[in-house]
């Protein structure tokens, strides 16, 4: 497995941005995609964003699609969720994980084998 820490959650209004931060240390043989999830207290937890490794290719579900896009800066090894016209329902724990094999689905937890601790984002006036 493979360490990850996140970072950049906050408070910020309906209408904001933020952006969070997935550093991954280590080897990332056999990483085939980063991918953000989120869990808020009274919903079940929800895939929303996914970054390939092998072609940069990413993915956004339709409940974040147009609002949070993804990134890589390769220097760094990190990953970013940009996260803009949040809305409060957009309110969870997010966490960033690995995809261990290649036909992952980005929205299935199953398919992700490690997991940072997560970074608090909570959107309210």
């Known amino acids: 497995q493979v360490p990850l820490v996140e970072s950049g959650g906050g408070l910020v209004p309906p209408g904001g941005s933020l952006r969070l931060s997935c550093a991954v240390s280590?080897?990332?043989?056999?990483?085939?995609?980063i991918g953000w999830f989120r869990q808020a207290p009274d919903r079940e937890g929800e895939g929303g964003s996914c970054?390939?490794?092998?072609?940069?290719?990413?993915w956004s579900a339709d409940s974040v699609k147009g609002r949070f896009t993804v990134s890589r800066d390769t220097a760094k090894n990190t990953y970013y969720l940009q996260m803009d016209n949040l809305k409060p329902e957009d309110t969870a724990r997010y966490y960033c994980?690995?995809?261990?094999?290649?036909?992952?689905?980005?929205?299935?937890?199953?398919?992700?084998?490690?997991w940072g601790q997560g970074t608090q984002v909570t959107v309210s006036p």
């Open positions: 970054f390939r490794l092998s072609d940069r290719n990413s």
């Open positions: 280590g080897s990332k043989q056999d990483v085939f995609a």
């Open positions: 994980a690995t995809a261990w094999r290649s036909n992952y689905e980005c929205t299935e937890p199953r398919d992700f084998n490690s």
